[in-house]
């Protein structure tokens, strides 16, 4: 069974930065794609950035230069750096990721910025 597990959300300042982890229950380097999304309250769930297996890395303009994506693949934990992050950054994180024509999605995890 494939598994994305979100962990690394809490409460922080405006201004601050968090890391979240996404660790996956197969090599990082058998999935096509590994993306983070984020649902606010009321909100659709969006993009917020992606890592293809070639390393070719995407962004929403909305955290362009505030948010960096990378990968361990000795680990198999995908990471998302935030910083200077904003209150309207706050909601859940979601971990996807795609492998063998299948999507996969974490069971989220809170990030909350207070202003």
């Known amino acids: 069974q494939v598994q994305l597990v979100e962990s690394g959300g809490g409460l922080v300042q405006a201004g601050g930065s968090l890391r979240l982890s996404c660790t996956t229950s197969r090599s990082t380097t058998s999935f096509n794609d590994i993306d983070w999304y984020r649902q606010a309250p009321g909100k659709q769930r969006e993009f917020v950035a992606g890592?293809?297996?070639?390393?070719?890395?995407s962004y929403a303009d909305s955290v362009k230069a505030r948010f960096t994506i990378s990968r361990d693949d000795a680990k198999n934990t995908v990471y998302l750096q935030m910083n200077s992050l904003k209150a309207e950054d706050t909601g859940v994180y979601y971990c996807?990721?795609?492998?063998?024509?299948?999507?996969?999605w974490g069971q989220g995890t809170q990030v909350t910025v207070s202003s």
């Open positions: 996807y990721g795609m492998r063998a024509g299948s999507a996969y």
């Open positions: 890592l293809s297996s070639g390393s070719s890395t």
